[in-house]
């Protein structure tokens, strides 16, 4: 009941709730940088209805209500409330968001794929011979860039593979401290998946060239919870090329309540929005 009630208080706040729900880890919105992420056109819109929306979300009763069903992925109310305090994000919640990244991002000079978090852990269970039947992508070559979420136990990372600069580039939110991922990558080998999709023998050596990097320098999370926020917004910024300047640390809001409710939500829901109120 006490944490029912922090909801709503939260929730009914009238001079910071939408900036705080339209919030992106430690950025807000500005008309002039095309490199945050896309909002809704109509913040006053968003007020009534957009409100309503995430009201119901965080305190309606029943737990398997689909809320929004989008790319083949159905979005229950059981997977919002993953997103609150101190919880994972589950798969759900990540190949949604992930497929907002592609919506988003894609273009026809760049296009982009992302697939399923349920890629990387076949691909080391069973190595690559047992992708092909699997995969729903028709062709990987078809793409400029592949969005790979990495879950490992109790920890969420994602990996960009980037055709035109030939490399798989590694974003984990706890930094160097995950490296048994990053052994398991090379493992499991991405290059040999790639090479036997390939279909030709230019692809086969751009596969063959291509470099691992563990990249460093980019934000970290300070709790044992938020990396799947963390991995999000990696793929995001990969996505659109945007510099990765954010933090979990927001300029004026309180991130381990309101701001976790709030930010997570609107990660996903903003879509949503514009769909239902079709702007």
């Given amino acids: 009941m006490k944490r029912l009630n922090e909801k709503k208080m939260i929730l009914n706040e009238d ?54 069903e989008e790319f083949d992925i159905a979005i229950t109310r059981r997977d919002i409330w993953s997103l609150n305090w101190s919880n994972w994000l589950n798969d759900n919640i990540m190949n949604y968001y992930f497929q907002l990244v592609v919506t988003q991002s894609s273009s026809p000079i760049f296009r982009i794929q992302a697939l399923s978090t349920y890629f990387y852990p076949k691909l080391i269970e069973n190595g690559s011979s047992s992708l092909s039947r699997w995969m729903h992508t028709p062709d990987l070559f078809d793409y400029h860039m592949l969005l790979v979420p990495i879950h490992t136990p109790c920890h969420w990372a994602v990996a960009a593979i980037d055709f035109t600069q030939q490399t798989i580039c590694y974003y984990d939110p706890l930094g160097n401290s995950n490296s048994q991922c990053l052994d398991a990558l090379r493992q499991s080998n ?29 934000p970290l999370q300070r709790n044992e919870c938020d990396c799947g926020v963390f991995a999000c917004k990696f793929a995001e910024c990969a996505a659109k090329h945007a510099a990765f300047n954010f933090s979990q640390i927001m300029q004026n809001a309180r991130f381990d309540s309101a701001c976790f409710n709030g930010t997570q939500i609107a990660l996903h829901f903003e879509y949503i929005i514009r769909k239902q109120l079709a702007i």
């Fill in 190 to 218: 991405f290059r040999s998946y790639l090479i036997s999709e390939s279909v030709n023998s230019f692809q086969r050596e751009m596969c063959k060239s291509m470099q691992l990097l563990n990249m460093k320098g980019t």
């Fill in 15 to 68: 001079d910071e709730s939408l900036k705080i729900v339209y919030v992106r880890i430690g950025r807000r919105y500005d008309r002039k940088d095309e490199t945050t992420c896309c909002m809704p056109k109509s913040r006053d819109a968003i007020d009534l209805k957009g409100r309503r929306l995430v009201t119901d979300a965080l305190l309606g009763q029943n737990p398997d209500e689909v809320l929004v």
